[in-house]
């Protein structure tokens, strides 16, 4: 629907402008490849919880599918915590640390 005065420039003004909303409104996919016993996945989320950043929790425990699919994804990381940023492989709970203690975290959950 263009509206009163059907000016199909509106319309397209009010895309761009959508795109760019949705690019600022951006929320980083973040996943965290954990165990239930481990105190440095409950160290990393308890940090992503403070910084209110959501993630997807990929319980590990068995083994199974999603601890190989974790390996591989990882380049051969067996530890858990595994942190992944948008696809970006962060490393373990020190790593995740690390990136918060230098001030490069709330850069890279921004990108």
Same mark, same amino acid.
């Given at each position: @629907?263009?509206?009163?005065?059907?000016?199909?420039?509106a319309?397209?003004?009010? /895309?761009?402008?959508?795109?760019?909303?949705?690019?600022?409104? $951006?929320?980083p =996919?973040?996943?965290?490849?954990?165990?239930? *016993?481990?105190?440095?996945?409950? $160290?990393?989320?308890?940090l &992503?919880d403070? =910084? =209110?950043?959501?993630?997807?929790?990929?319980?590990?425990?068995?083994g199974?599918?999603?601890?190989?699919?974790?390996?591989? $994804? /990882?380049?051969?990381?067996? *530890?858990?915590?595994?942190?992944?940023?948008?696809?970006?492989?962060?490393?373990?709970?020190?790593?995740? @640390?690390?990136?918060?203690?230098?001030?490069? &975290?709330?850069? &890279? &959950?921004a990108?």
């Open positions: @629907m263009l509206g009163k005065g059907g000016s199909p420039f319309v397209d003004a009010l /895309s761009r402008k959508r795109v760019e909303l949705a690019r600022e409104c $951006r929320v =996919k973040v996943e965290i490849y954990t165990k239930m *016993t481990c105190g440095f996945c409950v $160290r990393a989320k308890r &992503l403070m =910084k =209110k950043v959501p993630y997807e929790e990929i319980h590990v425990d068995l199974g599918p999603k601890k190989a699919e974790m390996v591989e $994804r /990882s380049g051969g990381r067996m *530890t858990v915590p595994q942190i992944f940023i948008d696809g970006h492989h962060i490393g373990g709970c020190d790593a995740l @640390m690390a990136l918060e203690y230098d001030g490069k &975290l709330d850069e &890279l &959950l990108a």
